[in-house]
C-alpha cells in the first residue's frame, strides 16, 4: 500500500535513538519516501509492522529483546512478502547468513555512504537484492562445512565468556566429555587450532558478539 502521492512507506527498527531520527532524516528528504514508524526491539518491529504494514522495513540487529533476524523471521511468518533490509554494525559472514537465510532481501553495513542507502531501499522496493561489494565478499569468504549447530554456538559462546570445559558442562548440564567433543568439533569448522582463536574466529564471523 503506498502513501498519497505515491511515497514509499517505511519503517525503521534501531535501537539506538539517535540513529533512527539520522536514517528518518535522510528517508525524508527524498521526494518518493517517507517514514511511517520508528521502534527500538523486536516487540516494536513486529507491532508496527502489523499497524502501519509498511512496503519496507529497514531492521537493525541489535535489539535489547532479541536480534533483529528475530523480528525478520516473525514479520516474515506473517506477511512472507515483507521487504527487509538489514542496516547493522556487524559484517561477519554468519551474521549476513542468518539475516538473509531469514528473508532479508539486503544488508547495509552502518557508516556506508547515505546514497547506498537510497539505492538499497529503491532496488528492494523493486523486488530485487541489494547488496554491497564487502557483504558478498564476506558471504563467499564462508567455508562449506563451516555452520555451528546451536548447541555449538552455545558452548563457543561460553568459551568468549572463559569458562573452562567443566564449567560449560555445569552450566550446560551435560558430561565435560561432551563438552569435549564439541570443543573439538568447533575447531575443526573454524579451521583454528586452539580455544583462542576459536573466539577470535567467532567474534570475525558473527558467531558471538560482545
Known amino acids: ?12 527498527v534501531d535501537d539506538h535513538p539517535i540513529m533512527r531520527v539520522g536514517i528518518a532524516a535522510i528517508i525524508n528528504g527524498q521526494p518518493n519516501m517517507t517514514t511511517v514508524g520508528q521502534g527500538g526491539s ?13 512496503e519496507l522495513t529497514l531492521m537493525d540487529l541489535r535489539l535489547p529483546d532479541g536480534s533483529g533476524v528475530d523480528a525478520i523471521r516473525l514479520i516474515r511468518a506473517q506477511s512472507p512478502r515483507a521487504r527487509i533490509i538489514v542496516l547493522t554494525t556487524y559484517e561477519g559472514d554468519e551474521d549476513i547468513h542468518q539475516a538473509l537465510a531469514a528473508g532479508a532481501m539486503g544488508y547495509l553495513i552502518k557508516g556506508m555512504p ?14 530485487h537484492r541489494f547488496l554491497p561489494q564487502i557483504v558478498t565478499e564476506a558471504l563467499s569468504s564462508r567455508l562449506p562445512g563451516s ?19 567443566r564449567e560449560i558442562a555445569e552450566q550446560l548440564e551435560i558430561k565435560e566429555a561432551t563438552v569435549k567433543s564439541h570443543v573439538s568439533v568447533i575447531l575443526m569448522r573454524l579451521n583454528v587450532s586452539d580455544r583462542t ?10 558467531l558471538v558478539h560482545l
Do not use: C, W, Y
Open 42 to 54: 523486536v516487540a516494536d518491529a513486529v507491532r508496527l509492522f502489523t499497524v502501519e504494514q509498511p
Open 147 to 165: 555452520n555451528l549447530s546451536a548447541r555449538e554456538q552455545e558452548v563457543l559462546q561460553l568459551m568468549f565468556a572463559g569458562k573452562s570445559n
Open 1 to 12: 500500500m503506498e502513501q498519497a502521492g505515491g511515497k514509499i512507506r517505511i519503517l525503521i
Open 197 to 206: 582463536q576459536a573466539v577470535v574466529e567467532g567474534l570475525k564471523r558473527g
Open 114 to 127: 547515505h546514497e547506498l542507502l537510497i539505492r538499497a531501499l529503491l532496488r528492494v522496493h523493486s523486488g
